[in-house]
């Protein structure tokens, strides 16, 4: 476990997450017991930590996502021995809308239209543990598992839409081999290091407990955490991609989608004063993410 290399990213974490405004809400019935088991043991804690930060909160579409939702044809998939909730509209080459954590298949809606209005046939997800999905915990290997079944079944796939930690998912779905000609990231991360950093922060963990819990999650990943970081897996990645940021994006800042662009061979970085849910309903992003996966 690449342990040095994780204490440098929660330090640098501190200091830059003045550039964001993630949203970390933890209740005290939730650190109360945490540190409780802290107290008993590292490894108690650690296990606890694991499970409250892979555990997303589970968001439902408003009245206009869900009427969009209502039009789909609605197919559950079996991921893992759990139901995973797929919305698929239109006929043609299938493009997959895959949201970001604690989001849901509704969310992005606004492309379904104009997606199958050019001929394709448009697939969102409800990912592990989100949505209508089965499932309490999740992460981004959970994600590209999802990605790569919906692969299987309405594949082959044209293009990937994606949003946020969405792509990160999508990232470790094309190391996994899936297939696609295009992929559109919306507001993606470069890296985790200062969520992990605000997640500590947060919990108040203390060092041996982190690295319990870090030991402990990359058991359950089967995968280093120091692997998981989409800019680790940007370089590898052989497929078209356009990066669309927005520069008044608070939780995931534009920096983040210029430097995966940088890093992935070949990907389009495209600007927009927009935030980070406000981009799935700006014309342009939509507009330009149709152009781009229509080649």
Sequence with gaps: MAVTHLDRGDLRAKKSTNDHAISMP????VRLPFRLASAISSRLGGELARLIFFHPLRTHPNEAQGAILGKAEQ??????????????WGDGPT???????????GQMAEF??????????AVALDLPAHGASEGGLSSVLHFARAIRAAEQHFGPVHGIVSHSLGGAGVIQAFLGGIKAKRAVLLAPPAQFHDYWGLFRSRMGMSHSVWRAMVARSERWLDLPFAEVHPE????MMAIPALIVHGTGDRVSPVTEGRNLARLWPGARLRELDAGHV????????????????RG
């Excluded at 197919?75 to 698929?88: F, N, Q, V």
């Design 26 to 29: 933890i209740p005290a019935f």
């Design 75 to 88: 197919i559950m998939l079996d991921l893992d021995g759990r139901k995973l909730a797929a919305y698929s």
């Design 95 to 105: 493009v997959l809308l895959v949201h970001g954590w604690s989001g849901h298949a």
């Design 112 to 121: 379904v239209a104009p997606l199958t209005g050019a001929g394709f046939r």
């Design 232 to 235: 680790v897996g940007a370089p």
């Design 278 to 293: 406000s981009i799935l309903r700006d014309i342009r992003a939509i507009a330009e993410t149709v152009d781009f996966i």
